[in-house]
């Protein structure tokens, strides 16, 4: 009842690799270290899990819900050290949430707490590494307490990008974790507000300032929850929840002069599927994978294929 986590091959062959039960709920996607272990959190059990490819799970580190955290929404993201590094959406001094480190021996460090003001909480994304240090967004908080998007360096200290207003520039940047171009450009997406409330996809440059590159009007897309990807030539891909001709969601793409294009809309419940909430995968030849939460023949959820 907890989940699980599984392999696909080419030929749509699905095996399970483990299942939880009593060590939590999986939630937030998966990272693999160079031997191929994966790496993820859960929450009921609030752990930090490691999955051997035989279906071995260790856990890493359990929450206490106090000063090391609560309530792991999203995956983690590992160092060339092994290091892992994560975020939680309470817990923590301020009982807001924390940035969190677990070394390769299994030692968890609250790097960052947040405090529910000014510097943001609740956060609910994974995060990038990238010069040293840790990027990613806050669903609460910020100067108008509709979110931010912020900066931890290892050792701590921490610095707000951006506080989303909740007027036309977003609100509520949820579980995706924004992304980083060649420049230092910062590109993401919040869940909601823009001109239509269904939310926005944005770009923070390196000096801060905020630039709105789309707000969804439902037709196209409405809350995008998961991150964007990007291609070589500056294409950005994601997923929106609802919207669309079904109103069960899109996968689009956002080319670099602007214009937006709807790749696909889902058709319901019992289709193609319903309501991606997952950051989508590219291979090198430029197909796009994803999962949607509902839909399918069975009702409970798809994986799917868009063809380049």
Request: proline share 3%.
């Amino acid at each position: 009842q907890g989940g699980t986590v599984f392999s696909l091959a080419r030929d749509g062959t699905l095996a399970v690799l483990h299942a939880f039960g009593n060590d939590g709920l999986t939630f937030g996607r998966l990272t693999q270290d160079k031997t191929g272990n994966l790496y993820g959190v859960t929450q009921g059990g609030d752990s930090a899990f490691e999955l051997a490819l035989d279906g071995t799970e260790t856990v890493l580190h359990s929450f206490g819900k106090g000063a090391d955290g609560d309530l792991p929404y999203s995956g983690m993201i590992i160092d060339k050290e092994g290091n892992l590094y994560g975020t939680t959406a309470g817990g923590g001094t301020g009982g807001c949430g924390t940035v969190f480190k677990i070394s390769p021996d299994g030692t968890e460090s609250v790097l960052y707490n947040f405090q529910c003001d000014v510097d943001g909480g609740s956060p609910q994304s994974s995060l990038f590494l990238k010069s040293g240090a840790l990027y990613g967004t806050t669903s609460e908080g910020g100067a108008a307490g509709a979110g931010t998007v912020f900066k931890v360096s290892l050792n701590g200290n921490e610095t707000v990008i951006y506080s989303f207003t909740g007027g036309d520039d977003g609100k509520l940047p949820e579980y995706g974790a924004p992304i980083m171009d060649q420049a230092g450009k910062i590109y993401g997406v919040a869940s909601q507000g823009g001109a239509s409330r269904c939310g926005t996809i944005y770009q923070i440059s390196p000096n801060g300032t905020f630039a709105l590159l789309h707000a969804f009007t439902k037709s196209d897309g409405c809350n995008p929850d998961g991150g964007l990807i990007a291609d070589a030539t500056g294409g950005l891909y994601g997923t929106t929840k609802f919207g669309g001709r079904a109103d069960w969601g899109t996968v689009f793409m956002l080319a670099p002069d602007g214009s937006e294009t709807v790749l696909h809309s889902f058709t319901g419940r019992h289709g193609d599927g319903a309501e991606p909430l997952s950051t989508l995968i590219a291979d090198k030849k430029g197909n796009l994978y994803g999962t949607t939460s509902l839909g399918g023949a069975n009702g409970v959820g798809t994986i799917f294929w868009i063809r380049e």
